[in-house]
């Protein structure tokens, strides 16, 4: 399997790049994964959000392969447990796709080319989440899926 997290924005903190960094690199005895960074646009400066939405929608585009299963994060997406997640991840490998791209779009949100492109939707909840938190959670449940997946021990 190949993970690719596709994001607006560069991690700046610390201790989110340490966080992210961490997952990173327990995830790799499972799965091949990756951090694709897009800029975020500054809707000020872009001529509004509509404009600064576009670009980025764009670049993420952009970042995304053609091959590969597109699963966007979104308040509005399905929401699932660890378990189900895991389920969900094992299923996609049986029907023979070995390439996931997860897009957490920007502050603004994603475009509408954006949201076509994407196969599913996945939410964390109804919460907000910041888009740095988001992806650190993202990154620990696919941790947390491969090992569910393996049947070895995770903390509940």
Partial sequence: MRFTVVAVGKLKERFWVAACDEYLK????YAKTSVA?????DPRKAGGESEAVAREGSAI???LG?????VLLAIDG????????SERLDALALSGVS???FVI???????????A?????LSFGAITLPHNLARVVLLEQLYRAQRISRGEPYHK
């Fill in 26 to 29: 327990r995830l790799q005895p």
């Fill in 99 to 101: 390439d996931i791209s």
């Fill in 66 to 70: 053609t091959r590969t299963h597109t």
């Fill in 105 to 115: 779009g920007g502050s603004c949100g994603v475009s509408d080319e954006v949201r």
């Fill in 117 to 121: 492109r994407a196969d599913e939707t």
């Fill in 78 to 85: 399905k929401q699932r447990s660890s378990e189900s997640f």
């Fill in 37 to 41: 960074e897009v800029a975020d646009v």
């Fill in 61 to 63: 585009l952009s970042a």
